[in-house]
């Protein structure tokens, strides 16, 4: 058959921000980048016939509601010599899979950690953690550490290494309502 | 009002170039100090300059040079997908090798599809789905298992326990 399997959701769903125009607006123009002159908030401000103080308040807002997670920099980690980068995916006892999670994202060499359902018969892993390293023996390190944390919590895990990149264009925000 | 763009050649994301730029030491306290936040006032790169013990005209060229030559891919908000109203997802296929390449520019051609790496597992072919509207996803993942005559299964986030990018330079 046909078909996609779709498991609910169970919690932590996202509330939505209603945004205003001009949020809108500011998402459009600052999506490529933030402008690289001196006051690139008054050049944001010029362009959409605004006040700087009124474009500062609203990037204030967007950092505070968590529209924005961060203001700053995306190192390309293959250049910086982060060669070896790998998901981990491992089988965490349910009771448990909440208080290691977290423990999991805290470590250093974790960039992205989710819970995510477990396909039946087919995927038994439920935690998530995208781990990054100078080579296959930092990775190996990395493994041993997560391994020993989880302790007897751990049924079964596996790491996935990327072979290809078949698409890579990231997110794009048209500005629709 | 239409909105002008702001001198395109000077934002976060330009064309890389394939130089062999090496990085310097005030490069490198600039990359891990632009990873961790960058302030919302007047003169922000003034700001951190001041920081750096550099000028804001060195700060501002070095930026530059580093989005140039790939250091950098970015450099502004990084926006947050589902606070912003939006769907998001990542799914999963099982593919023969035969039929990768033709199920691969299924999955590709549509615009929702954000990233998608082959991966070394009998479930291959990985990809992140990105909409406007939560409720467009399923709509999207049907599309692609109807087309590619394969299963589709969705593994959206139930927790997100953490997401950051700190890469030491």
Same mark, same amino acid.
């Not at chain 1, 529209?67 to 448990?96: K, S």
């Not at chain 2, 934002?11 to 306290?29: A, F, M, N, W």
């Given at each position: 058959?046909?078909?996609?399997?779709?498991?609910?959701?169970?919690? $932590?769903?996202?509330?939505?921000?209603?945004?205003?125009?001009?949020?809108?607006?500011?998402?459009?123009?600052?999506?490529?980048?933030?402008?690289?002159?001196?006051?690139?908030?008054? #050049?944001?401000?010029?362009?959409?016939?605004?006040?700087?103080?009124?474009?500062?308040?609203?990037?204030?807002?967007?950092? #505070?509601?968590?529209?924005?997670?961060?203001?700053?920099? #995306?190192?390309?980690?293959?250049?910086?010599?982060?060669?070896?980068?790998?998901?981990?995916? *491992?089988?965490?006892?349910?009771?448990?899979?909440?208080?290691?999670?977290?423990?999991?994202?805290?470590?250093?060499?974790?960039?992205?950690?989710?819970?995510?359902?477990?396909?039946?018969? $087919? *995927?038994?892993?439920?935690?998530?953690?995208?781990?990054? &390293?100078?080579?296959?023996?930092?990775?190996?390190?990395?493994?041993?550490?997560?391994?020993?944390?989880?302790?007897?919590?751990?049924? #079964?895990?596996?790491?996935?290494?990327?072979?290809?990149?078949?698409?890579?264009?990231?997110?794009?925000?048209? &500005?629709? $309502? | 009002?239409?909105?002008?763009? =702001?001198?395109?050649?000077?934002?976060?994301?330009?064309?890389?170039?394939?130089?062999?730029?090496?990085?310097?030491?005030?490069?490198?306290?600039?990359?891990?100090?632009?990873?961790?936040?960058?302030? =919302?006032?007047?003169?922000?790169?003034?700001?951190?300059?001041?920081?750096?013990?550099?000028?804001?005209?060195?700060?501002?060229?070095?930026?530059? +040079?580093?989005?140039?030559?790939?250091?950098?891919?970015?450099?502004? /908000?990084?926006?947050?997908?589902?606070?912003?109203?939006?769907?998001?997802?990542?799914?999963?296929?099982?593919? /023969?090798?035969?039929?990768?390449?033709?199920?691969?520019?299924? =999955?590709?051609?549509?615009?929702?599809?954000?990233?998608?790496?082959? +991966?070394?597992?009998?479930?291959?072919?990985?990809?992140?789905?990105?909409?406007?509207?939560?409720?467009?996803?399923?709509?999207?993942?049907?599309?692609?298992?109807?087309?590619?005559?394969? /299963?589709?299964?969705?593994?959206?986030?139930?927790?997100?326990?953490?997401?950051?990018?700190?890469?030491?330079?």
């Amino acid at each position: 058959m046909l078909a996609f399997t779709s498991m609910p959701d169970p919690g $932590q769903t996202e509330t939505p921000v209603t945004l205003a125009q001009l949020d809108r607006q500011l998402i459009l123009l600052t999506q490529d980048g933030l402008p690289l002159v001196p006051r690139p908030f008054d #050049a944001l401000a010029t362009t959409l016939g605004v006040s700087a103080d009124e474009v500062k308040a609203r990037f204030e807002r967007m950092l #505070a509601n968590g529209c924005i997670r961060r203001i700053g920099a #995306a190192p390309n980690h293959y250049r910086l010599g982060y060669r070896a980068n790998a998901m981990t995916v *491992w089988d965490v006892d349910d009771a448990r899979v909440m208080e290691l999670g977290e423990r999991i994202g805290a470590l250093p060499y974790v960039s992205h950690c989710y819970l995510r359902p477990r396909i039946p018969s $087919q *995927w038994p892993y439920n935690l998530f953690a995208m781990i990054h &390293g100078k080579n296959r023996a930092d990775l190996d390190g990395y493994l041993t550490e997560m391994t020993a944390l989880l302790g007897n919590a751990r049924r #079964a895990s596996d790491l996935l290494l990327s072979t290809r990149i078949l698409k890579k264009t990231g997110m794009r925000f048209s &500005g629709g $309502q | 009002m239409t909105a002008q763009p =702001i001198h395109p050649h000077a934002t976060g994301r330009i064309t890389h170039d394939s130089s062999d730029y090496q990085l310097d030491s005030v490069d490198r306290r600039l990359i891990n100090t632009l990873q961790i936040g960058f302030p =919302i006032c007047d003169e922000p790169y003034a700001a951190v300059a001041s920081e750096l013990d550099i000028s804001e005209t060195d700060l501002l060229e070095r930026l530059q +040079r580093l989005l140039h030559t790939g250091y950098l891919t970015r450099f502004g /908000p990084f926006y947050h997908a589902e606070r912003l109203g939006g769907g998001l997802t990542l799914a999963a296929m099982e593919i /023969p090798a035969h039929d990768v390449e033709r199920v691969t520019a299924a =999955i590709n051609r549509h615009a929702e599809v954000a990233h998608n790496y082959e +991966r070394d597992h009998a479930l291959n072919l990985w990809f992140v789905v990105a909409t406007e509207k939560p409720e467009h996803i399923d709509a999207v993942l049907t599309a692609i298992a109807l087309e590619s005559g394969y /299963p589709v299964h969705n593994l959206p986030k139930q927790r997100e326990f953490y997401v950051g990018l700190h890469f030491h330079a």
